[in-house]
């Protein structure tokens, strides 16, 4: 090159020196920015310039390496749209040759890129010249300068700027190699170091992740777990390397893992799988095992890295979530209810239920039916009226309540309520209509069922008088009345439920507080209420009532209601008083009757008591005189004493039993021997049948069961039916038959035969009907008392007329009265 | 003495209470009786009384 040996003249001292002092500025291998600044300052002494540029280009490339541009204005833009090739600092790079420019406007190597560029700077550019940065070893680039308009580089400019050159481009390259080494191990220091801080790091984050990690090998088997993972599943590192972890999988879950994970594997994907756990305990968790393959510039696995994410409480969330939905979804079905969600501005199906899709016929596999879809559902009769509803719940954001009816695809019928609700945005738009459609076909035929019930009952409580209340103790209020309560007690409905006092005040006063008094005792003792009461009524009626009632008891075991009947029991009082009053009456007659009998029978009776006396006097006199004998007879004495005593009570018993056939007393039931009462009747009338010369025989079963019976009640009816037989034989000298028996059935039967005259022709059926009498001084009393007696005895008499001759009456005599009886 | 040798007085009365009582004054006096419920028994007694060939 013609400038290497330029030299500058010792007469110029000072350019020497500046050289010397970059030389040994450079040799410290100063940064960029010290170079920008030693050269401005060493240079500007000697140069006037703009600015100074240092290129250096990459070997064999036009691609600039590094680049130094000295003072602040720059003239870099200029160059922008220069191809190297064409550029200043290349043309000396290439020729190693000074490229010196006196005036870059005119002259033609400075490409027309560049003259505009420079122009468009606006910078009074003067020269420009570029020596080449170059050592023995090799070409750097070129080192450039641009001077002020006017100034001028002189031929010694140039060589001093050439040797500049030279000084720099040694600096510049010892300063390269020094720095491409230092660099490249500063480089690898630091990537050791962030190689290190990352692993670090990543330990670090792996070990503090809620998560447990885990990585493996190219080909799957497990080689690290973090400690997480391994005092979850309770493994040592050592059991879970390669794939000792599967120990801790589910069973059931174990098949399926592998399997993916050999496909993941196989893909060299990310993936993730959920799989049951381990824990050290032996409980099972869910897990979301997620596995992500590191992979090297040619795609190829070098590694895996997974997470094991806990989501049982996702999974149970979702199981109940399901569960939850199941059950409404289940719930919906039960009851009949859809429920669904349409668009507040389209009107567009949003959401169906199930039971939606049930209800109104429409195939969830053909998808949301439209809302006209849906209308033309309804009846036609009831179409218009769920429009009104629903336009005005779109429209004013409103509720809607409707029911109507539908018509399914097959023609049935169906009732539906319907409820909408707005949904409005926080705008107040109405974003949605939420609703709710329930069949209510059934629950309207059971409505319709239960008013007709409900009609039956109320018009069974009038036919029956009786009226229901439910009455709640702790409030003292009424619950209910029912109609047939309000008519019985005479209370208008339309003035509301009576209060308690109102109540108390319609009973009698000499009933209220027996009434009250059983009321509050059945709520006390907790049992049931059966009372009976008079009710005055407004108009002075008075009406008998009975009220029977029920405790209802709470959980505690309290009573906190009463429910039960009144019962209008007037007109049985009424009955039972007439009864009472027609028995007093008839047990008047029947007095009269044992009266007039007994009276007719009084020389018959005069003669049965005359006897025992009779044998008792002359039992006295024997008794006397086997005492009087010169050797008294005791033995013989103390048994005609004996015998006198006994005569003395016959005579007792058969006056007793004539005052009892005289008392006039109410009735009085005991345990009656039946055969007792016949004997004793025989006896009282054994006098009276020999008048008529009539034998009276008894055939009587032995151990025969006592029945529950008035004994003179009883005794009035065989004495009736004993002497209507005897004096149905007044000239025969007939035989009288008493007998009695036992029926299969239970039931005593007691049988009277005669030899007399027989039924009257053409009346046997009368015979026991009242006043009715074939004797002439008959009062006609005598068999209608028995059949009285024995019907209020719960038995039965009737007559037969005999084979032969005569008549055979015979009645009966439960063992057990009954209640009515 | 045998009975058929001893006088006798013959009761009759339907009433057994008073027929005993009757002859329980007759034996307390020493007289033998014997007593009927009827009339019809008593002539058959009295022929039996009366027979030649009672013994």
């Known amino acids: 090159m013609s400038g290497d040996g330029y030299i500058p003249p010792r007469s110029d001292g000072r350019r020497y020196e500046a050289v010397l002092r970059v030389s040994e500025a450079l040799s410290v291998c100063p940064e960029a920015e010290d170079l920008t600044k030693i050269l401005s300052e060493q240079l500007g002494e000697f140069l006037a310039f703009l600015q100074f540029y240092i290129i250096v280009y990459k070997e064999n490339s036009t ?60 910078i009074e550019v003067g020269p420009l010249i570029f020596v080449p940065l ?72 792996i070990e503090s992740i809620p998560s447990m990690a885990w990585s493996a090998a190219a080909d799957g088997a497990a080689e690290f777990f973090n400690r997480r993972w391994l005092a979850y599943a309770g493994l040592t590192a050592d059991q879970a390397q390669g794939w000792g972890w599967t120990v801790a999988v589910h069973p059931d879950d174990l098949n399926a893992l592998v399997g993916y994970w050999r496909t993941l594997m196989a893909s060299r994907r990310s993936g993730e799988i959920e799989a049951r756990l381990r824990r050290f305990d032996g409980a099972y968790r869910w897990f979301l095992f997620r596995a992500t393959p590191s992979l090297d510039d040619n795609g190829r696995v070098v590694k895996w890295y997974g997470t094991n994410t806990d989501i049982e409480e996702r999974k149970r969330a979702e199981q109940a979530l399901r569960r939850s939905e199941a059950y409404l979804a289940e719930a919906q079905r039960l009851t009949h209810t859809g429920s669904c969600a349409i668009d507040g501005t389209s009107r567009e199906t949003l959401y169906w239920s199930e039971e939606m899709f049930r209800l109104f016929g429409f195939d969830p596999q053909q998808g949301l039916p439209m809302w006209d879809q849906w209308l033309q559902r309804i009846h036609p009769e009831d179409r218009d009226k769920v429009k009104v509803a629903g336009d005005r719940t779109f429209l004013k954001k409103v509720d809607c309540d409707v029911e109507f009816r539908i018509v399914k695809p097959d023609g049935t019928v169906r009732h539906i309520h319907g409820i909408g609700h707005p949904v409005l945005s926080p705008k107040g738009e109405l ?23 409900e009609t039956y009952l109320a018009q069974a409580q009038r036919v029956a008088n009786i009226g229901s209340w439910v009455f709640d103790t702790v409030r003292m209020k009424p619950v209910h009345l029912s109609t047939e309560w309000y008519r019985l007690q005479n209370f208008d409905p339309r003035d509301g439920m ?35 009461f008079r009710i005055l009524l407004p108009d002075s009626t008075v009406r008998y009532i009975r009220s029977l009632g029920h405790p209802v008891l709470d959980a505690f075991g309290e009573v906190t209601q009463m429910m039960g009947v009144i019962v209008d029991v007037t007109e049985s009082r009424q009955a039972e008083q007439e009864h009472e009053r027609l028995r007093q009456e008839l047990a008047h007659l029947a007095h009269l009757n044992r009266v007039s009998t007994l009276g007719e029978l009084t020389a018959s009776l005069a003669h049965e008591i005359k006897q025992p006396i009779g044998a008792a006097v002359t039992n006295a006199e024997a008794c006397l005189r086997f005492l009087d004998r010169d050797q008294p007879d005791v033995p013989e004495a103390r048994e005609a004493a004996l015998e006198m005593t006994r005569d003395a009570r016959r005579a007792a018993d ?85 007998k009695s028996q036992l029926t299969e059935e239970g039931q005593l039967l ?31 009393l005598g068999l209608a008392i028995v059949r009285s007696i024995v019907e209020s005895h719960g038995g039965r008499v009737w007559a037969t007329a005999n084979s032969g001759q005569g008549t055979t009456f015979q009645f009966t005599l439960p063992q057990k009265r009954a209640a009515h009886a | 003495m045998s009975p058929a040798d001893e006088a006798a007085v013959f009761i009759i009365d339907d009433d057994a209470r008073m027929r005993a009582a009757t002859e329980r004054l007759l034996k307390s006096v020493g007289l033998h009786a014997e007593p009927f419920a009827t009339p019809q028994g008593f002539p058959r007694r009295s022929a039996d009384r009366n027979a030649p060939n009672k013994r």
């Not at chain 1, 749209?81 to 000396?92: F, G, H, L």
């Not at chain 1, 007399?756 to 022709?761: A, F, H, Q, Y």
């Not at chain 1, 026991?768 to 009062?779: A, D, I, M, P, R």
Request: aromatic share 6%; charged share 30%.
């Open chain 1, 63 to 122: 691609e600039v390496e590094w680049a130094v541009v000295g003072r602040e204005r720059s003239l870099v833009a200029a160059y922008a749209d220069v191809p190297v090739e064409q550029r200043p600092s290349w043309q000396s790079y290439t020729t190693q040759e000074p490229f010196h420019i006196r005036d870059w406007s005119t002259d033609e190597r400075v490409p027309a890129r560049l003259k505009r560029g420079i122009a468009a700077q606006g």
């Open chain 1, 134 to 205: 170059t050592t023995p070893h090799r070409r750097l680039g070129a080192l450039g300068m641009s001077g002020p308009l006017g100034s001028v580089y002189s031929s010694d400019d140039v060589s001093f700027l050439r040797l500049i050159g030279r000084v720099v481009a040694f600096a510049i390259d010892d300063n390269f190699n020094l720095t491409r080494a230092e660099v490249a191990q500063r480089e690898l220091q630091r990537q050791n170091e962030r190689l290190q801080r990352s692993e670090r790091e990543l330990h670090e984050l």
């Open chain 1, 431 to 453: 974003a949605q209509v939420v609703g709710t459609m329930v069949d209510i076909t059934e629950r309207m035929r059971a409505e319709e069922a239960l008013k007709r019930s």
């Open chain 1, 498 to 532: 009576p209060t308690w006092e109102k109540r108390l005040q319609r009973i009698h006063p000499e009933d209220r507080d027996r009434y009250e008094g059983a009321f509050n005792r059945a709520i006390a003792e907790k049992s049931d209420l059966d009372a009976e």
């Open chain 1, 654 to 738: 058969i006056i007793e039993h004539v005052r009892s056939l005289y008392r006039k007393g109410s009735s009085h039931d005991e345990m009656v021997d039946i055969n007792e009462v016949i004997r004793e009747m025989v006896d009282m009338l054994r006098d009276e049948a020999s008048r008529y010369c009539v034998v009276m025989r008894t055939d009587l079963a032995e151990r025969l069961p006592k029945v529950m019976a008035d004994r003179v009640q009883l005794q009035q009816v065989l004495m009736n039916l004993m002497l209507n037989g005897i004096e149905a034989m007044p000239e025969t000298a007939g035989e009288l038959g008493i």
């Open chain 1, 750 to 780: 007691i049988s009277l035969t005669d030899s007399g005259v027989g039924l009257p022709t053409g009346k046997a059926d009368q015979i026991f009907n009242t006043f009715f009498t074939t004797k002439s001084q008959g009062t006609g």
